[in-house]
């Protein structure tokens, strides 16, 4: 690991791509036509700078979910390997690394989704406020800690049907649809819509068919459906990739914005998404945590070769 | 060309000469290929003028022989074609079989998809149903009646038919032939369904797991309200399956052509009878009532039954996400108030 010379020898300070200085191409050596060329960065801060800094401060930060030495496996295949990771409400912890470094499983491993499948096992404690998560009823569990999955995944009914189906506790909050647009559960719905920031673009018709908004939509309202059930946490296992650059940015700012309620967990490939959302970053390599920190000394100065390596390459 | 500017509007498509591919010529193909590509052509048009030969043949046949007094009349009993009625007890008989037949097979064979593909533990309990359920969709319907008659006329289910005076137990009647065709069309339903939640994505699962939901209110307020049209048209073709059996009737409804309530509904259904399909083959010249017209009316009736029946499936069916949009898209107006 080399820990102790890194300890010795901090690493170079590298700002994350957006706000890096102007790199200058190497001047062509031969006569091939090509004159040296400037790649000129626009002189105003960075989008990711900016909304960085645009954060609104929280209030209280504090400790409800606790992983201590997590290891799980699918089959005789250990994919997370001794994670101990805290999560905190009024923050937004970021787990990155490359495909199949075991984010989405301990992810899932939250609220117990790795149980549906098959051959899932586990060690080590996950607590939620200090209770392990295995002595919860799985449900009850489940509905405090909600997910938010990469693909959109509304259910084949209404808008309105969407968001009322997550609110009651099992069965959705009755069954024909008349009496289901009770005065309460109608402000319930309207409210988790406007939550996730939807609101203002069905209001006019929540009775359409959600598979008929466009992708951006479509992952607003799983996210108006997670929050409907009032979680205590969040996760969100890639929300953005699938969707474009203005869904995507929408979706970061409500994010950025739920952060003081609930406590958030994102899986994200995308590291500038990463450092323009979270308030610490966790980076995972082959199952294992290589580091755990503030979301700027994982990116500016990282301790581990392997988060250098993997924080800059895929800066360029 | 001229580029468009705002004098001149964008062009409508180019000006130069269009060419769209023509069909495909076989001239240059093997003798071979040629030789079975009108071979397709020949035996696709041929399964058409089969299907349009009968259906106009019957009908021919059938409304030269049909009246509409003959829907509300009962068979009766007499050698000329004048004196033997209608058939209004066939016509009741079909649809009270069907109604029996589709209750038992529709939620039967619904919870038996809704296990295999949602459930499936133990695997070797599974792999056993499946193989149960290709078994019975290959049992000929003769094969399950014989066997119904044999089970229904013990005497602990001689609830379900009526006895003789000496106490042996006729396993004939409506319940025990609309149990028979229960079982007849169970594999259909179990099909549609299993195979509609199999196409699901689990990601509907997961989302509704995620909401913190257990597999059964996922079941049955995610799954099954997503798989609504592939329920009724397994239903529909369930009911197709049973109007149309002939041998599950004749063994187990008895032989005749009228219904024999023995008093109220509960005595009808305890009672024998017969449907369209019995009475045809009663009619027919292999029958015994031999009076071919009043066949060619009654088969006419269960053809426009079938044909009703199957149309209802293709509009149960139907992409509802197409259909809903207006006639007007079709001829490329997409006009505010059709939206």
Same mark, same amino acid.
């Given at each position: ?28 050596t ?48 250990? *994919? ?22 075991g ?46 999955f990469?693909?959109?995944?509304? @259910?084949?009914?209404?808008? @309105? ?16 649809r008349?009496?289901?647009r ?6 319930? *719905? ?11 673009? *069905? ?31 969040l ?20 994010? *950025? ?60 | ?20 591919p ?10 071979l ?13 041929? =399964? ?11 009908m ?5 022989? =049909? ?27 079909? $649809? ?14 619904m ?13 070797? %309990? ?14 000929p319907?003769?094969?399950l009646?014989? $066997? ?5 006329s ?20 409506f ?12 594999? %259909? ?11 699901l994505?689990?990601? %509907? ?17 995610? =799954? ?12 529909? =073709? ?45 009619e ?17 009736? %269960? ?37």
């Amino acid at each position: 690991m080399g820990s102790a010379l890194d300890s010795l020898t901090p690493p170079p300070i590298r700002r994350i791509a957006l706000d890096r200085a102007p790199t200058v191409a190497p001047a062509p050596t031969g006569g091939n036509g090509h004159g040296a060329t400037v790649v000129s960065e626009p002189s105003q801060p960075s989008r990711a700078a900016r909304l960085r800094a645009s954060r609104p401060p929280v209030a209280s930060v504090r400790e409800r979910m606790q992983l201590e030495s997590v290891w799980l496996a699918y089959g005789e295949n250990w *994919v997370v390997r001794d994670v101990s990771l805290t999560v905190r409400e009024g923050e937004v912890l970021a787990l990155i690394g490359a495909s199949g470094s075991g984010k989405t499983t301990l992810l899932r491993s939250l609220n117990r989704l790795t149980e549906i499948t098959e051959g899932a096992a586990r060690a080590g404690r996950v607590t939620l406020d200090g209770e392990d998560v295995h002595s919860l009823e799985v449900n009850s569990l489940r509905r405090r800690v909600s997910m938010v999955f990469q693909q959109p995944n509304p @259910f084949p009914m209404s808008i @309105f049907d969407n968001v009322a189906y997550s609110l009651a506790e099992q069965s959705p909050a009755r069954g024909r649809r008349r009496r289901r647009r009770s005065p309460e559960i109608e402000q319930a *719905v309207i409210e988790a819509l406007r939550r996730a920031g939807l609101y203002e673009e *069905v209001a006019g018709d929540l009775g359409r068919p959600a598979l008929r908004l466009s992708g951006g939509q479509q992952q607003r309202l799983c996210i108006a459906r997670a929050l409907a059930a009032k979680p205590e946490v969040l996760l969100l296992d890639e929300p953005c990739s699938a969707l474009d650059p203005i869904s995507t940015a929408t979706i970061e700012e409500l994010i *950025v914005s739920l952060r003081s309620q609930v406590a958030i967990v994102i899986v994200t490939h995308n590291l500038q998404q990463a450092f323009r959302v979270a308030d610490h970053v966790a980076f995972m390599h082959l199952g294992e945590l290589v580091e755990y920190g503030a979301a700027e000394q994982v990116f500016d100065r990282p301790t581990q070769e392997r988060t250098r390596e993997y924080v800059s390459g895929a800066f360029g | 060309m001229v580029a468009p500017t705002a004098d001149a509007p964008i062009s409508r498509g180019p000006s130069l000469p269009i060419a769209r591919p023509g069909r495909e010529s076989t001239r240059s193909w093997p003798l071979l290929d040629r030789g079975f590509y009108w071979a397709c052509w020949a035996t696709g048009i041929g =399964l058409c003028l089969i299907a349009a030969w009968v259906v106009l043949y019957m009908m021919v046949k059938g409304l030269a022989f =049909l009246e509409p007094s003959m829907l509300v009349t009962s068979p009766k009993p007499e050698i000329t074609q004048q004196g033997s009625g209608g058939f209004f007890d066939p016509i009741v008989g079909t $649809f009270v079989i069907v109604a029996i037949g589709t209750a038992l097979a529709v939620p039967i064979g619904m919870g038996i998809a809704v296990w295999l593909s949602e459930y499936a533990r133990p695997g070797w %309990l599974a792999r056993t149903v499946e193989s149960a359920l290709e078994t019975l969709a290959g049992v000929p319907s003769v094969v399950l009646a014989l $066997f119904g008659l044999l089970v229904f006329s013990r005497g602990f289910l001689g609830f379900l038919s009526e006895s003789s005076v000496s106490g042996g137990v006729t396993g004939t009647s409506f319940l025990t032939a609309g149990v028979a065709m229960g079982v007849l069309a169970t594999p %259909l339903v179990v099909a549609a369904n299993y195979e509609a939640l199999a196409l699901l994505p689990s990601r %509907l699962r997961e989302g509704s797991h995620a909401l913190g939901k257990t597999r059964i209110t996922t079941i049955r307020y995610v =799954l099954l309200p997503a798989i609504r049209a592939s329920s009724a048209t397994g239903g529909v =073709l369930a009911m197709g399956r049973i109007v149309g059996d002939t041998a599950i009737i004749t063994i187990l409804l008895g032989g005749g052509v009228n219904t024999e309530p023995n008093g109220g509904f509960l005595g009808l259904l305890r009672g024998t009878g017969a449907t369209l399909t019995s009475y045809i083959f009663y009619e027919s010249p292999a029958g015994e009532g031999n009076s071919h017209e009043k066949a060619y009316a009654a088969a006419f009736v %269960l053809l426009l039954i079938v044909l009703a029946l199957n149309g209802l499936a293709v509009w149960i069916a139907r992409d509802r996400s197409v259909a809903r949009r207006s006639i007007w898209s079709a001829f490329g107006w997409d006009l505010p108030w059709t939206r």
